[in-house]
């Protein structure tokens, strides 16, 4: 039988039947691409919206967030690697159909849920269960919330942005060869914060890794661009903790973060700095 093609993210995954790829989550089977991972919750939990992080979309309220399995890039400071490096034998998932999953946000009402936010792992390797979802969300007055590190295809990303309330997207460097060594594209990130930005309300997520993406000159490019595409679009500018395969690390200076959030100030009206 021949390969088939995934058309989901950029890596664009040839799979042969029983193959699955790159992200963990979705395989070959029967000649169709399937989503593994679908309905398949391995976290959930009601948080603060501002743990998003979301300081600008409904202050003060929760959202029931939800997580499976799986990721399509391969960063070696993933805080949830548990989860998104999670493989799909080794799952220990709980089942929620979107109906469950949507009835179980409408009885969270009471405890100021505005909805539900996909998060923990990569969610946009599975966009059929977000839509699904979504539309329900949608259905029953609740909001709709993405926390992504932004690889995805422009297709994936435009079916689900009519049914999408706000995203948190990574943009953890602003150069391509970070991006390269952790199995990535810049530019295809910053063309989904574009598109996204367009329609939906966005903030941005960046990491401060100590000798990675430090530098005050790569944060001015970086909250520079950000203010081409819309000065108000709020950053987050979040210290490192040791982890996953960079637990020899030291963390972030708390000073470091201060002054790249001095530096992207002189750009965009909303800076964040986060993990203090």
């Known amino acids: 039988m021949s390969k088939i093609t995934c058309a989901v993210c950029p890596h664009a995954c040839s799979l042969e039947e029983g193959q699955t790829g790159?992200?963990?989550?979705?395989?070959?089977?029967?000649?169709m691409i399937c989503a593994d991972s679908y309905a398949k919750v391995t976290a959930i939990a009601l948080d603060p919206v501002e743990k998003k992080p979301l300081r600008r979309f409904?202050?003060?309220?929760h959202v029931?967030?939800?997580?499976?399995?799986?990721?399509n890039l391969r960063c070696p400071f993933?805080?949830?690697?548990?989860?998104s490096m999670a493989k799909r034998e080794e799952d220990h998932a709980e089942i929620l159909s979107p109906k469950t999953l949507t009835d179980q946000a409408l009885k969270l009402k009471a405890r100021g849920n505005i909805g539900i936010a996909f998060t923990y792992n990569e969610p946009l390797i599975c966009p059929e269960y977000v839509l699904d979802c979504a539309r329900l969300n949608h259905q029953n007055g609740l909001k709709n919330i993405v926390v992504s590190n932004g690889y995805t295809n422009p297709n994936t990303l435009?079916?689900?942005l009519p049914v999408l309330d706000a995203m948190n997207i990574d943009l953890k460097s602003f150069s391509a060869a970070f991006y390269r060594n952790i199995a990535g594209e810049?530019?295809?990130?910053?063309?989904?914060?574009?598109?996204?930005?367009?329609?939906?309300?966005?903030?941005?997520?960046?990491?401060?890794?100590?000798?990675?993406?430090?530098?005050?000159?790569?944060?001015?490019?970086?909250?520079?661009?950000l203010a081409e595409q819309n000065p108000e679009i709020p950053l987050h500018v979040t210290r490192f903790f040791p982890q996953y395969k960079m637990s020899d690390r030291l963390p972030t200076p708390a000073q470091t973060i201060h002054q790249l959030a001095k530096t992207a100030q002189k750009n965009l009206r909303y800076v964040y700095e986060g993990n203090l």
């Open 22 to 31: 790159f992200c963990g989550a979705r395989s070959n089977r029967g000649g």
């Open 58 to 61: 409904f202050p003060g309220s």
């Open 64 to 71: 029931l967030s939800v997580g499976s399995y799986g990721c």
């Open 78 to 83: 993933c805080q949830n690697h548990q989860i």
């Open 158 to 160: 435009e079916q689900l």
């Open 186 to 225: 810049l530019e295809e990130v910053k063309r989904t914060i574009s598109l996204a930005a367009a329609v939906c309300h966005v903030e941005v997520t960046t990491l401060v890794i100590p000798g990675e993406n430090d530098s005050v000159e790569e944060m001015d490019r970086l909250s520079g661009w």
